[in-house]
């Protein structure tokens, strides 16, 4: 699954994932947790991730040819935020055919506009998790999150300027990357703009269709 930043696909994966009891591989969180280690990749990772730029791709193949060489992702997996442009994606098709498996692409859309209210309104509990938007689910107490009353805070990779970096390289980067599955009948389009319920039903309806699927 790709799209913009904010545009839903963490939450529509882990749906998936759950209906079709597949594992949702997020790029994102694999980075995360190698950042939060204290490690001197760790300290190059935080630095590009913070300012927007994209993680060397040779980075990301490793970390996924780990990760869905574990027994969970023998029956199949979800890509959450992979593959971003053709580079990847040919990594992705050696990957699935050394795995015996095939690739389909979800692609999610949304207006620019209300993707930056999305983000840039994000707060997380520094302690339980809970996520919240200022903008359109704030917390009873301004700073606070309502189940543990913990601080709230905002990820680094939230602010204006950092999100509109990341809207333009994911613009540069993936609309080769959607010409390409599109040609070869593997691209299956989603407005991220309905409702979270509606989008997945869309979702499993398409995924059913397909030759040798089932969802």
């Given at each position: 699954m790709i799209g913009q930043p904010g545009a839903g696909k963490g939450t529509q994966a882990r749906l998936l994932s759950d209906k079709c009891n597949y594992p949702q591989i997020s790029t994102g969180d694999l980075l995360r947790n190698i950042v939060s280690?204290?490690?001197?990749?760790?300290?190059?990772?935080r630095e590009t991730m913070n300012s927007g730029r994209l993680v060397d791709d040779g980075i990301l193949a490793s970390l996924l040819s780990e990760r869905t060489?574990?027994?969970?992702?023998?029956?199949?997996?979800?890509?959450?935020?992979?593959?971003?442009?053709?580079?990847?994606?040919?990594?992705?098709?050696?990957?699935?055919?050394?795995?015996?498996?095939?690739v389909v692409l979800i692609s999610f859309s949304l207006d620019e506009d209300v993707l930056l209210k999305r983000?840039?309104?994000?707060?997380?509990?520094?302690r339980c998790g809970e996520i919240y938007n200022i903008f359109s689910r704030p917390p009873a107490v301004?700073?606070?999150?309502?189940?543990?009353?913990?601080?709230?805070?905002?990820?680094?990779?939230?602010?204006?300027?950092?999100?509109?970096?990341?809207?333009?390289?994911?613009?540069?980067?993936?609309?080769?990357?959607?010409?390409?599955?599109?040609?070869?009948?593997?691209?299956i389009e989603v407005d991220a703009g309905q409702p979270v319920d509606q989008v997945q039903k869309r979702i499993i309806e398409i995924l059913g269709s397909l030759p040798g699927q089932s969802a």
């Open positions: 280690s204290d490690s001197p990749m760790a300290h190059e990772l060489s574990q027994a969970d992702c023998q029956g199949g997996y979800i890509l959450d935020g992979y593959p971003r442009n053709l580079h990847q994606a040919q990594t992705l098709e050696d990957l699935a055919a050394s795995q015996a498996k095939s983000i840039t309104g994000r707060r997380t509990c520094t301004e700073g606070y999150c309502d189940i543990d009353g913990a601080p709230l805070a905002r990820r680094g990779d939230d602010s204006e300027t950092v999100v509109r970096e990341r809207l333009a390289a994911y613009r540069n980067s993936t609309a080769p990357l959607i010409a390409y599955y599109r040609d070869t009948s593997r691209l």
